[in-house]
């Protein structure tokens, strides 16, 4: 609950700046949120503004260069998997019925071997493991302690991994929500140094839910992941209203990108590149 608690202060926002008919996800079939062509574009490569001149996204898709995966990009993806990991099994413990602390002692003795599994060696990964953990146990204790009954009852576990069809607006027909929360609560999870344009995930992902759900998701948090694998996991939320403007942003940015894939004219390099670019060594 507490970072739904976070989001309490755009709700003012949202009633002083309501989402335009026309930008919602549902209005797919016609501008601006209808595309320009239907590439099939994940959400990274409109949001990750890494390049300034997006030959990122030229190198991959129109050079067909492949990327290496670089040791920022290896931290990211075990971070990704041990949250999915410690939500699901989490989840399906705490929806029979189990205490909390019976959950946190069990799921806390398998972690060596599950992190083993996954190559995720340090004792960074046991502590980020306990951390992830130790607040999805909190809150659903939280929910019992108010209900007076089993954790199941009034508390709604996070989704993770939560599968998404974006060909409605030109996007992959196969997208990946890192979370959804109580209230259709779009949960983004971001290993690094915050930027400006990582809400733009959020925005792509809303518009895709729109289109697939018609039901509005105006709300989204980043949870930002630092400290790792040098030390202790340090986590800050950042709370995002889904607005006219971030929208408008995310399909410009998309329509964008969509034109320069069929020009296929070459982006020139850019004036300084990103250290952990996974196209540094073929630009």
């Known amino acids: 609950k507490i970072l739904l608690k976070t989001?309490?202060?755009l709700y003012w926002s949202a009633r002083q700046d309501p989402v335009d008919?026309?930008?919602r996800g549902w209005c797919w079939d016609r501008p601006p949120v209808k595309p320009r062509a239907y590439l099939g574009l994940s959400v990274s490569e409109i949001s990750s503004?890494?390049?300034p001149t997006r030959r990122d996204v030229w190198l991959r898709r129109v050079a067909k260069a492949k990327p290496r995966l670089t040791s920022q990009l290896c931290v990211g993806k075990l971070v990704h998997e041990i949250i999915h990991k410690v939500f699901t099994e989490a989840r399906k413990m705490l929806t029979l019925g189990y205490p909390g602390w019976v959950v946190y002692e069990e799921l806390s003795s398998k972690a060596p071997d599950f992190l083993n599994q996954l190559n995720?060696?340090?004792e960074w990964a046991i502590d980020f493991?306990?951390?992830i953990l130790l607040a999805v146990v909190s809150e659903a204790e939280e929910?019992?302690?108010i209900n007076g009954s089993i954790p199941a009852i009034g508390w709604s576990p996070w989704i993770t991994e939560c599968?998404?069809?974006?060909?409605?607006?030109?996007?992959?027909?196969?997208?990946?929500?890192d979370a959804l929360t109580e209230g259709g609560v779009i949960v983004e999870f971001k290993y690094g140094k915050a930027m400006d344009f990582h809400k733009l995930a959020l925005a792509g992902y809303s518009l895709a839910l729109e289109a697939n759900l018609e039901v509005p998701f105006d709300y989204g948090i980043l949870v930002y992941i630092n400290g790792i694998p040098g030390s202790r996991p340090r986590i800050h939320v950042k709370p995002v209203y889904i607005s006219n403007e971030l929208r408008r942003w995310f399909l410009d940015e998309r329509d964008e990108i969509i034109d320069m894939i069929?020009?296929?004219e070459e982006p020139p390099k850019p004036a300084t590149c990103p250290a952990n670019c996974p196209f540094r060594e073929v630009c």
């Open 262 to 264: 069929l020009s296929e």
């Open 120 to 122: 995720a060696n340090g």
């Open 49 to 51: 503004k890494y390049c």
């Open 21 to 23: 008919e026309d930008l």
């Open 163 to 177: 599968r998404v069809d974006g060909s409605y607006i030109g996007l992959s027909s196969s997208l990946s929500v």
């Open 143 to 145: 929910a019992q302690a």
């Open 129 to 131: 493991y306990k951390t």
């Open 7 to 9: 989001l309490r202060r």
